[in-house]
């Protein structure tokens, strides 16, 4: 493993421009704004932000990680009170002196204390209480502590980019028929909310560009699954990359798919989108993911929570990948796997709930 730190984030783009596999260190001495930090950390091709300890507190660390970026502390003082007050922000690395010291103290901690939380991925919105894809289903798996939400992307007959989890509108309107199939046009002649309760009856397909400015409002950095089945052209996949970026949204989205390559094709048009390659975790699955690693963008394992093993955390975290799960809606498998993983994807306020009661305590 190998990394280059500076203050000056444009030396990091220097040297990832000659050896992409480098990762890079943000070392933030101040700032006015945290995006801002994000935004130079992303530009200039950091997936680590190092903070100078009197910036670090634990809302500035999970701001930070929401958006996916790793943090450190500078340690400047070695006491043991301010190093434990590092250490509970959540701060995935701490650079001091005397590590031993650092050591020693880790040790007082007892076995499974949860110092930070996963990620929180909201798939489809909140589906347990509201009708899939929509805003206020969005907004309401915010509301109940997901820190992202996860949609899945067709192309209509007349190429326009639709939200829709499966690969007809049978289950989730008062239609039928293919999504490919069909113009944008044609489904909007359709129902999607009364299927789920009268109370969301006139409910429209969202256009894509609508669903990601929705989630700019918000602030909310969208999991966009390109499916395995969806039969993407490079040209489709740079079109869906070519609309978040007129929404001013380009390196705030996350692609994942089982295909790794619709993710490089992703890659090709986006250096900073992060891509989560959806596979259970082999030598040839972590040949694949460290592949997509040869440019600047960040990548993880997105993986059947069934098939976590220590063994297979151990794999990822040896070749710096970190691993996601889905789909877990069982409060048990949450707190076990929570330590262990960056990020959970759930179906229902659980993983909301207990990720948050985790976090708050």
């Known amino acids: 493993d190998m990394a280059v730190m500076a203050s000056d984030a444009s030396l990091i783009k220097m040297?990832?421009?000659?050896?992409?596999?480098?990762?890079?260190?943000?070392?933030?001495?101040?700032?006015?704004?945290?995006?801002?930090?994000?935004?130079?950390?992303?530009?200039?091709?950091?997936?680590?932000?190092?903070?100078?300890?009197?910036?670090?507190?634990?809302?500035?660390v999970e701001y930070l990680h929401a958006r996916f970026k790793t943090v450190w502390v500078l340690q400047e003082e070695e006491t043991d009170f301010e190093l434990h007050n590092s250490i509970v922000s959540g701060c995935y690395g701490m650079i001091v002196k005397d590590y031993a010291n650092l050591y020693d103290l880790y040790q007082e901690y007892e076995t499974n204390t949860q110092l930070r939380t996963?990620?929180?991925?909201?798939?489809?919105?909140?589906?347990?209480?509201?009708?899939?894809?929509s805003d206020h289903g969005t907004?309401?798996?915010?509301?109940?502590?997901?820190?992202?939400?996860?949609?899945?992307v067709y192309l209509t007959k007349d190429n326009q980019v639709a939200i829709m989890h499966d690969g007809t509108i049978d289950r989730t309107s008062n239609g039928s028929g293919n999504v490919q199939s069909l113009t944008y046009e044609q489904l909007l002649q359709y129902d999607f909310g009364s299927w789920y309760s009268s109370k969301f009856t006139g409910t429209k397909i969202?256009?894509?560009?609508?669903?990601?400015?929705?989630?700019?409002g918000l602030g909310l950095h969208p999991y966009i699954e390109l499916k395995s089945s969806g039969g993407y052209t490079e040209s489709?996949?740079?079109?869906?990359?070519?609309?978040?970026?007129?929404?001013?949204?380009?390196?705030?989205?996350?692609?994942?798919?089982?295909?790794?390559?619709?993710?490089?094709?992703?890659?090709?048009?986006?250096?900073?989108?992060?891509?989560?390659?959806?596979?259970?975790?082999?030598?040839?699955?972590?040949?694949?993911?460290?592949?997509l690693k040869t440019g600047k963008n960040e990548v993880f394992m997105d993986v059947n929570y069934t098939y976590v093993k220590d063994s297979k955390v151990a794999l990822c975290m040896a070749n710096d990948l970190p691993m996601e799960v889905w789909t877990v809606n069982d409060a048990n498998v949450i707190k076990k796997l929570n330590p262990y993983v960056s990020g959970v994807t759930s179906d229902n306020q659980v993983a909301g709930k207990i990720l948050y009661d985790l976090y708050s305590t």
């Open 15 to 60: 040297v990832k421009d000659v050896f992409p596999v480098i990762r890079g260190i943000y070392h933030v001495k101040s700032y006015e704004k945290l995006i801002d930090v994000v935004h130079t950390a992303n530009s200039n091709y950091a997936g680590v932000v190092a903070l100078d300890q009197s910036l670090v507190s634990h809302d500035v």
């Open 118 to 133: 996963s990620f929180n991925v909201a798939h489809r919105g909140l589906s347990s209480i509201c009708n899939e894809n």
């Open 139 to 152: 907004e309401k798996a915010i509301m109940t502590g997901a820190t992202h939400v996860e949609v899945y």
């Open 206 to 216: 969202p256009t894509f560009k609508e669903f990601i400015m929705y989630c700019k």
């Open 236 to 291: 489709q996949i740079r079109q869906v990359v070519d609309e978040v970026e007129l929404c001013g949204m380009k390196g705030k989205v996350t692609y994942i798919s089982f295909s790794s390559t619709f993710l490089q094709y992703v890659k090709a048009y986006d250096e900073e989108a992060r891509l989560g390659f959806i596979a259970d975790v082999t030598s040839s699955t972590i040949a694949t993911a460290n592949g």
